[in-house]
């Protein structure tokens, strides 16, 4: 699943190619599931909605995209599992899991006319218009915690003291802080030491300290190399990430640990799993909830 900085290569690269154009024309080869249009636009359909809007700015909020448009409406987007935008030619042949494509008015600077294409194998991903006044009334927008990249030492301190619960699916959960999965919390755990099932309340300032400053610098490189791709992530040319010559545990299950060679193994924790070292990543057992 596209995780914090998978998401916002893709919004990155909304704001170079799309950002600023009006949609002209919207093809819907979706299931119903996939696209949800408010109640508030009455009987119109996703494709009337969005036709002659401007995109006016492209953000990101934990693993969500956050299109607007004018007129004070929202294109909110989930990647979910596999979902993907592609930036391409307009007479490129539309693959079957080209679900949704977007004609946008050409300038006389488009030599070759593009469009957009929201591509998704297993359809899971969601494309939902809201008016702007109703969007962060929604549970999943409402209830998200804070950005990892924007909480401070202290507050992410205070966070964790504050909950008793494992740290891997504290992590992992979108309302305790938005846009880690299940790649970057294995590898924070790892650069930290701490094991996956260590509850919070017991883990001390130092090392929650060191894990605030391991997240941020694991996600501002994996930003900086465009994500990582372990499965079908690409960027909006097509282009996969860069960050996963760079996992330490992440899918090294049985693998030697680089640093002290104990063999990484893998774990159901919660309800995913986990990658971890044994020997680095300890645990004291009166610090596990069975
Ligand atoms: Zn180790």
Same mark, same amino acid.
């Given at each position: 699943?596209?995780?914090?900085?998978?998401?916002?290569?893709?919004?990155?690269?909304?704001?170079?190619?799309?950002?600023?154009?009006?949609?002209?024309?919207?093809?819907?080869?979706?299931?119903?599931?996939?696209? #949800?249009?408010?109640?508030?636009?009455?009987?119109?359909?996703?494709?009337?909605?969005? #036709?002659?809007?401007?995109?006016?700015?492209?953000?990101?909020?934990?693993?969500?995209?956050?299109?607007?448009?004018? +007129?004070?409406?929202?294109?909110?987007?989930?990647?979910?599992?596999? +979902?993907?935008?592609?930036?391409?030619?307009?007479?490129?042949?539309?693959?079957?899991?080209?679900?949704?494509?977007?004609?946008?008015?050409?300038?006389?600077?488009?030599?070759?006319?593009?469009?957009?294409?929201?591509?998704?194998?297993?359809?899971?991903?969601?494309?939902?218009?809201?008016?702007?006044?109703?969007?962060?009334?929604?549970?999943?927008?409402?209830?998200? +915690?804070?950005?990892?990249?924007?909480?401070?030492?202290?507050?992410?301190?205070?966070?964790?003291?504050?909950?008793?619960?494992?740290?891997?699916?504290?992590?992992?959960?979108?309302?305790?802080?938005?846009?880690?999965?299940?790649?970057?919390?294995?590898?924070?755990?790892?650069?930290?030491?701490?094991?996956?099932?260590?509850?919070?309340?017991?883990?001390?300032?130092?090392?929650?300290?060191?894990?605030?400053?391991?997240?941020?610098?694991?996600?501002?490189?994996?930003?900086?190399?465009? +994500?990582?791709?372990?499965?079908?992530?690409?960027?909006?040319?097509?282009?996969?990430?860069?960050?996963?010559?760079?996992?330490?545990?992440?899918?090294?299950?049985?693998?030697?640990?680089?640093?002290?060679?104990?063999?990484?193994?893998?774990?159901?924790?919660?309800?995913?799993?986990?990658?971890?070292?044994?020997?680095?990543?300890?645990?004291?057992?009166?610090?596990?909830?069975?």
């Amino acid at each position: 699943m596209p995780e914090l900085p998978e998401v916002e290569t893709i919004v990155r690269g909304l704001r170079k190619t799309v950002a600023g154009k009006t949609i002209t024309k919207v093809h819907v080869n979706a299931p119903h599931s996939l696209i #949800q249009v408010s109640d508030s636009f009455g009987s119109k359909s996703f494709a009337d909605v969005l #036709q002659k809007r401007r995109i006016i700015q492209v953000d990101r909020r934990g693993k969500n995209i956050l299109i607007a448009l004018n +007129g004070d409406i929202t294109l909110w987007v989930h990647l979910k599992m596999t +979902g993907r935008f592609v930036h391409i030619e307009y007479n490129h042949p539309v693959n079957k899991h080209d679900l949704v494509i977007f004609d946008f008015k050409s300038t006389c600077t488009n030599r070759i006319r593009y469009h957009l294409r929201f591509n998704d194998y297993r359809r899971f991903g969601r494309l939902r218009l809201f008016h702007n006044d109703e969007l962060w009334l929604q549970k999943a927008l409402a209830n998200l +915690g804070p950005e990892p990249l924007e909480i401070s030492r202290d507050e992410f301190i205070s966070l964790c003291r504050g909950r008793t619960r494992m740290i891997k699916p504290a992590l992992l959960d979108q309302t305790f802080l938005a846009g880690l999965g299940n790649i970057y919390t294995d590898e924070a755990l790892y650069a930290a030491r701490i094991h996956p099932r260590k509850i919070t309340s017991t883990i001390s300032r130092k090392k929650l300290y060191e894990l605030h400053g391991h997240i941020q610098r694991l996600l501002r490189k994996a930003i900086r190399l465009m +994500g990582t791709t372990v499965d079908s992530f690409s960027d909006l040319d097509g282009r996969a990430g860069r960050f996963q010559k760079y996992l330490l545990v992440y899918g090294r299950e049985g693998m030697p640990c680089t640093r002290c060679g104990t063999t990484i193994i893998r774990k159901k924790i919660g309800s995913r799993s986990a990658h971890f070292c044994p020997r680095c990543q300890r645990l004291r057992s009166r610090n596990t909830i069975h």
